[in-house]
């Protein structure tokens, strides 16, 4: 079956918590790619009494990352986001919030700023490059 590689790949995501293709995006080319800790992926949380969920959360270092795609998150909704961060720093994990651009384009910039969070945070683990040519070494 033509595709069959990469169509289990994405399955064993979602079958993993991903919900959408930036998340596995996500996962694959920020997370895995660079030895990031694996995170949490749609956590549900309760603030104010309104259940959300949390597109990938690290317990171990108070970091909630929110991947933002044109669907879930278009622009004449931005408060809502706005107003989920705020949210969030105020009861203790700090929020990242990344678009599709940033995961598709830029995911060795993304995962230095991420990587530099946790070290913050408390990670001794080290990142890695994800191949020849990878930016992550100039950016962290």
Known sequence: MRWRAELTAALAEVDAGATTLL?????????RAHGLPPTARQVRSLRGGRVGYEDARADAYGVVIELDGRVAHPFAERHRDLRRDNAAVRAGPAPLRYGWGDVTERPCLVAAE????????????????CGAGCR????A
């Open 23 to 31: 998340e596995i995006r996500f996962v694959r080319d920020v997370e």
């Open 114 to 129: 991420i990587a530099e969070v946790y070290r913050r945070r408390g990670w001794s683990g080290t990142p890695r490059p």
């Open 136 to 139: 992550f070494a100039e950016a």
